[in-house]
């Protein structure tokens, strides 16, 4: 096939349902969660626009301007309301899946933005970069929340486990990275890098916690 189609198959038989042709080629794919659309990410420098398509009659739906350079990666949000996107544009951005609106915009990368997750429970996203870093955001406000160094080369893909409590880390170098990301080793992290308490606000936000709970 082309360069410049997705297309949709039967998982049983192999049959080719549906052929999206999408400007410029696709560098990266995602279903909507409750399979009725489907996100793309254009893999050419003239294109900066991931695209929204009904999986179903492949009509395009969306066009979500606004990133300056290739995109990546897609991913929609586990409820279906948001989609997140990376690019090489050193930026992550979260979008309105149903009006194109940009949401958010996460800057604090240094270098290309290769992929992008969402946690389980909506609440963070995760992006990895070949700033050889994985970070770690609030995906309401956009505020960075870790920083997870350690990586030898960049980083080519990240996800979370189905539980939300662990990260993994796909690198350059051959070499995939597991972080534990549970309450209490959220905390350690950050109470590593400041130095004042956190308001019990902040541990509702930021690690679903009504109270900080003690480190062991």
Not at 20 to 36: I, Y
Not at 186 to 193: E, I, Q, T, V
Not at 195 to 214: D, G, L, V, W
Request: include cysteine; glycine fraction near 6%; aromatic fraction near 6%.
């Amino acid at each position: 096939g082309s360069r410049t189609t997705a297309k949709v198959w039967n998982a049983t038989t192999g049959q080719e349902l549906l052929k999206l042709n999408v400007p410029h080629g696709v560098e990266s794919v995602a279903w909507s969660p409750n399979g009725k659309r489907l996100a793309t990410a254009s893999e050419w420098y003239e294109d900066h626009t991931p695209r929204v398509w009904d999986a179903a009659t492949g009509q395009q739906l969306l066009t979500l301007r606004g990133h300056k350079e290739m995109v990546n990666s897609v991913a929609w949000s586990p409820d279906g309301k948001r989609l997140g996107t990376a690019s090489e544009d050193h930026t992550a951005k979260v979008w309105d899946a149903t009006t194109g609106k940009e949401l958010l915009t996460m800057r604090d990368h240094t270098d290309v933005v290769t992929s992008l997750a969402w946690s389980p429970n909506n609440r963070r996203l995760v992006t990895g970069s070949t700033d050889h870093t994985v970070r770690v955001w609030d995906a309401t406000t956009g505020m960075q929340l870790l920083t997870l160094n350690g990586q030898s080369n960049w980083v080519r893909s990240v996800a979370y486990s189905p539980d939300g409590k662990r990260l993994a880390a796909g690198s350059a170098d051959g070499t995939v990275q597991i972080y534990a990301l549970d309450t209490n080793e959220l905390l350690k992290l950050a109470r590593s890098r400041v130095t004042r308490n956190f308001t019990s606000t902040e541990c509702t936000r930021y690690f679903q916690s009504e109270k900080c709970p003690a480190i062991p």
